[in-house]
């Protein structure tokens, strides 16, 4: 009874069979070590990262054993070789992308983890944030483009369709580069950001007249999470050619003022006392600045300004709330006849005097 494998050389039978033990030593061998290194302390690798390599490696020796002539002998397909190649070319392409893609992310996560943006002082965890975010995108973005001019490249007649393409291209370049002009500028914004860093993830800015958090940064827009949860979406050239409020560019503590106008009559030494008893009262204050000035004399009444720190501008914002208001009460309970007012003063004539 005739087999499969009886017309089949055995040469090529021997050769298809040492190609693919050589392959899966190979895959092993590579796979070893990358346990091995993910294992040691130095190069330790996050959970996961050992199965987003292995399999784009493994289909990396699968299209190296696709090539192979002894396998098109082995299924009796000498005749499609050329599809054989293609096959293996696209193959090798898209599983070099895909390691390429996981190694960027693996990369990232390793890099990423040893900061952390909620701590206090998160300033340089959000600097390594804010960078990998954009970057990461530039280089996936080039990756899958040259990984798909590459597969179209291999094949003979859409290489000969591009060459005559670009070489009648000119007049159509220029006319889509003025076309193009803003979507440029829109992504070349983008990686200026991610490397002078006038904005970073989690930085506390006043865009438009909003306050709020930058929530994330892509190539051509930012969004900016509002105080009362809406999200306002700049185009990324706002934040390079436009003025903007950025309260944690160096970091994240913050001065907060609180104004009270007070009638000429206010004792000043007791307000510092009651501002420093109610700052040393409450957790929100940092204990760096416990200021109270008088800072401006009007007609009617005298401007006095409380001036103190918090951790980041959020705390900033509810220890300046309970100032104002502590120190209200503390002015209606103490020195009512101090609060702002305005005042006329009516005098009788001296003829209406004697008359009555």
Known sequence: MNTFFDNVPKSSLYFFLATTIGILIAYWLVSYFIKKYGKDPKYLLPSGAFKKISRPILFIFLSILIRSQSLRELLHVEHHEYWFKKTSTILFIVSVTWLLLNLLKIAKTVIVKNYDVNVANNLKARQIYTQFNILERIFMITIIILAAGAVLMSFES?????????????????????????????????????????????????????????????????????????????????????????????????????????????????????????????????????????????????????????????????????VREKLIIFLQQNYPESIARNRVLLEKSMDENNNS
Do not use: H
């Open 158 to 322: 859409i290489r000969e369709l591009g060459v005559s393409i670009f070489a009648s291209a000119g007049v159509a370049g220029i006319i889509i580069g003025f076309s193009a002009q803003k979507m440029i500028a829109t992504v070349l914004a983008g990686i200026q950001i991610a490397i002078a860093q006038p904005i970073k993830i989690d930085d506390v800015v006043i865009v438009e007249g909003e306050w709020g958090r930058i929530e994330e940064i892509t190539l051509t827009y930012v969004v900016v999470k509002i105080w009362d949860k809406r999200r306002l979406i700049v185009p990324t050239p706002y934040f390079i050619d436009k003025p903007f409020q950025n309260w944690t560019k160096t970091s994240s503590d913050i001065l907060g003022t609180v104004f009270l106008y007070t009638d000429y009559n206010v004792s000043f030494d007791a307000l510092r006392e009651e501002l420093t008893k109610i700052l040393k009262s409450t957790d929100l204050w940092d204990k760096e600045v416990n200021v109270l000035q008088v800072t401006e004399s009007k007609q009617n009444c005298v401007e006095i300004r409380a001036l103190m720190s918090a951790k980041d501008s959020p705390t900033s914002w509810d220890l300046r709330v309970l």
